[in-house]
């Protein structure tokens, strides 16, 4: 697992929602001046699938892409009470391979709300969050980046998550 060494301030963050990636969110700025991004993946790695770009000499958190998606509920759940703090995750360095990645088979769920997603890919126990913008990365007790939230979804974002992925995985499990 990932796991939280410090906190950078929070920067600008993109959140796409298209037809063909569920959620992408991407922390602060790209260009050729920021250092390449290793890629810690996660799921059963065949039909679920999350990558987590970190910058692989720092351990800053760049990118985080829903691939694929299987296992999505509608009861969100309830991190009102959790320690929250502002700003994006600094890493621990992980032992990626050659090309860049790291793989790790885990769980990987999507709750979905009124105007809220969240995606978890660990059972453990929220304690502690990291917002910035509509984004807080969930961690456990030990630091363990567990899971995102994603708030205040607009209903054109919402529309484009239902319709290319709630409803065609709901047809496909029919």
């Known amino acids: 697992m990932l796991q939280l060494k410090e906190m950078s ?41 999350i990558e987590i770009g970190i910058g692989s000499e720092h351990g800053i958190l760049r990118k985080i892409t829903i691939v694929l998606i299987q296992k999505i509920g509608f009861h969100l759940n309830d991190y009102s009470k959790i ?18 990645l790291f793989d790790e088979n885990g769980p990987l769920e999507m709750f979905v709300g009124k105007d809220k997603v969240q995606v978890l890919f660990s059972h453990n126990k929220i304690t502690s969050g990291l917002v910035c913008d509509r984004v807080t990365c969930l961690f456990d007790k030990d630091d363990n980046f567990c899971g995102f939230e994603v708030a205040d979804i607009t209903d054109a974002e919402m529309s484009i998550l239902k319709e290319n992925f709630i409803d065609r995985l709901n047809q496909n499990q029919s």
Do not use: M, V
């Open 9 to 49: 301030h929070c920067s600008n963050i993109t959140i796409e929602f298209d037809q063909y990636i569920p959620i992408k969110l991407i922390f602060g700025d790209r260009g050729p001046w920021i250092e390449p991004s290793a890629y810690w993946r996660s799921g059963n790695l065949d039909t679920e699938l």
């Open 83 to 100: 320690n929250c703090k502002s700003g994006i995750p600094i890493f621990r360095k992980i032992n990626y391979d050659r090309n860049f």
